[in-house]
């Protein structure tokens, strides 16, 4: 019996840059997430280890460089959603706890993302919501506020794809 592979890979890696009162997010401009608040994201590949994967991807898309505190958990979100987009719907999430060791946050829309992120920003966390953030931010917001790190699978059948971006827009 063969299994069938997706075209793209589910399992992604996604570092958490925050503290109680505030996260370093993306201003997502593609994907699943579009136009709202995205941790640092990036697909497993075997190019890289996934401590090496978060850290690099952390740096591209924030211009923070980090370490990895610790791997909080993995946890599977269904959205049945993100059939209409031809994504996947179903996503595994590997999540990091990073902390910021050097660089700069690149508040603008860095030239070789234009089509990924309008830049990264500290967004407190009383300002994030269901619907300015990606799921994965309201994973990372619990556990920030309480410490907590849930890894029950979560299907989200009222999630809908942001029209306009939920953020102000540096560019």
Known sequence: MMINEPTSSPLFVCGIIGDSTAMVLNKCLTGPFK????????PVTTRATLSESVSQIAQLQTGLKTIIS??????QLTIPALAALEL????INIYYLLEPVGGQLLTKRP???EAVSDGAVRVPLTELTWAN?????MQAKRFLQTGAFPTAEQRLDGYEVASEPQFEIVG
């Open 35 to 42: 136009n709202r608040y995205d941790l640092v994201t990036a």
């Open 88 to 91: 996947p719907t179903s996503l």
């Open 111 to 113: 030239a070789y993302t």
């Open 70 to 75: 610790k791997q909080l958990g993995t946890i």
């Open 133 to 137: 953030s990606s799921p994965r931010v």
